[in-house]
């Protein structure tokens, strides 16, 4: 069957919608639809950004981690840009791609009020998420994989995000 440019157009509107929906859940503590969003199985890498170990994760686990990084915080916010998706273009010899790359800029505001060192940490960098079609999803079929997170500049108390326990 062929990739036409409604196929495309649809599916670069859900792929779209997987990245603004999941930073939107996250701002607003809705665990249920950050959960939708991820596949069973995530592999997240945040070494560029907090060093350790790349994580793959399941179930539970998966929420457990991405909930880990607000824990100390009071707010924060993600304003997400340039969204690049690696999907092809409409073609009669191309069909449904079923896993896409897709890499996009973010914005992202924290605070805590009782930090000693500042109450804010403002950062900006870039993600790749690898996001999968699946087919048996209710509503959007595009859910991520794949999670990798870059920084590429910060203003503020980076204690915050890196070791809240002294921030």
Known sequence: MPYTQINFA???????????????????????????????????????????????????????????????????HHAISTIIINLPQASDSISQPTEVIAKFNSNVAYVRESAKNGSVMNAGGYYVFKIKYNPEATGNPWQIVYFEAHTTWFTGNAALLLDPTNA
């Open 10 to 76: 649809v599916d670069y509107a859900n792929i779209t919608d997987t990245i603004n929906r999941l930073w939107f859940a996250v701002d607003v503590g809705d665990w249920v639809t950050v959960t939708a969003l991820f596949a069973e199985e995530v592999v997240f890498d945040y070494t560029a950004v907090i060093g350790g170990e790349v994580q793959t994760l399941k179930g539970d686990a998966r929420i457990t981690f991405f909930q880990g990084f607000g824990k100390n915080l009071d707010k924060f």
